[in-house]
């Protein structure tokens, strides 16, 4: 799912400004799941799983086939974007077993308040609810620990999984931007879903 710079593309030339983090990415539980800052020895392992051509094809920056080193020179950037409180990213890796299956974070956006929500999920873990569970758990982060005004995602037009999974958290859809992308020569619809914090808060009851 997504079309965001978590996913290994270039960074835009002008950044958006950041917002502040924690000296280090937090940690976040689930039933199920452990969502925690990268580190380099998940290269590897991202490399394995979002090569997958299935991830690649859902995703508009992972690139197919992914070479070596662009793991390793994608969590370095990474690194220095949290610094700079322009992204969070998470491991995502369950409880039992302890290696990852996916990646989840924000692109941070201090000046209006919002961050933009994207993630993938190893193939051989689709149809578990993983997504679901993780993607609860960073929204939770984003409205209660980062105070973020909204938070919002999108996908393309023929992945209707991942806007099952916005839904299910919460989200509402906002509409389409009919072939607002191209993918490997073909243009695609991105459909937009977003949440405000006053909508988390009224969801959780408070």
Same mark, same amino acid.
């Not at 929500?117 to 193939?123: F, H």
């Given at each position: 799912?997504?079309?965001?710079?978590?996913?290994?593309?270039?960074?835009?030339?002008?950044?958006?400004?950041?917002?502040?983090?924690?000296?280090?990415?937090?940690?976040?539980?689930?039933?199920?799941?452990?969502?925690?800052?990268?580190?380099?020895?998940?290269?590897?392992?991202?490399?394995?799983?979002?090569?997958?051509?299935?991830?690649?094809?859902?995703?508009?920056?992972?690139?197919?086939?992914?070479?070596? %080193?662009?793991?390793?020179?994608?969590?370095?950037?990474?690194?220095?974007?949290?610094?700079?409180?322009?992204?969070?990213?998470?491991?995502?890796?369950?409880? +039992? *077993?302890?290696?990852?299956?996916?990646?989840? %974070?924000?692109?941070?956006?201090?000046?209006?308040?919002? *961050?933009?929500?994207?993630? &993938?999920?190893?193939?051989?873990? &689709?149809?578990?609810?993983?997504?679901?569970?993780?993607?609860?758990?960073?929204?939770?982060?984003?409205?209660?620990?980062?105070?973020?005004? +909204?938070? &919002?995602?999108?996908?393309?037009?023929?992945?209707?999984?991942? *806007?099952?999974?916005?839904?299910?958290?919460?989200?509402?859809?906002? %509409?389409? +931007?009919?072939?607002?992308?191209?993918? &490997?020569?073909?243009?695609?619809?991105?459909?937009?879903? *977003?949440?405000?914090?006053?909508?988390?808060?009224?969801?959780?009851?408070?």
């Amino acid at each position: 799912m997504g079309r965001m710079r978590l996913h290994g593309g270039a960074l835009p030339s002008k950044a958006p400004q950041g917002i502040p983090l924690p000296g280090r990415p937090p940690e976040l539980t689930t039933r199920r799941l452990v969502l925690r800052g990268l580190r380099l020895d998940d290269a590897a392992r991202i490399q394995k799983l979002a090569g997958e051509r299935a991830i690649a094809e859902n995703t508009l920056l992972i690139p197919h086939p992914y070479k070596d %080193g662009l793991a390793e020179r994608w969590i370095r950037a990474q690194k220095d974007q949290y610094r700079k409180g322009r992204d969070i990213i998470f491991a995502i890796v369950p409880r +039992r *077993g302890k290696r990852l299956i996916g990646i989840i %974070g924000l692109v941070l956006t201090e000046k209006h308040s919002r *961050g933009e929500l994207g993630y &993938w999920i190893g193939k051989r873990y &689709w149809n578990r609810g993983y997504a679901t569970e993780a993607a609860e758990a960073v929204l939770r982060y984003g409205f209660e620990t980062l105070r973020l005004h +909204r938070i &919002w995602a999108a996908h393309f037009g023929g992945n209707a999984a991942s *806007g099952r999974v916005l839904a299910k958290i919460g989200m509402s859809c906002e %509409g389409t +931007r009919r072939q607002h992308v191209a993918k &490997w020569g073909k243009f695609e619809d991105l459909v937009g879903y *977003g949440m405000l914090r006053s909508e988390f808060e009224a969801r959780s009851g408070r």
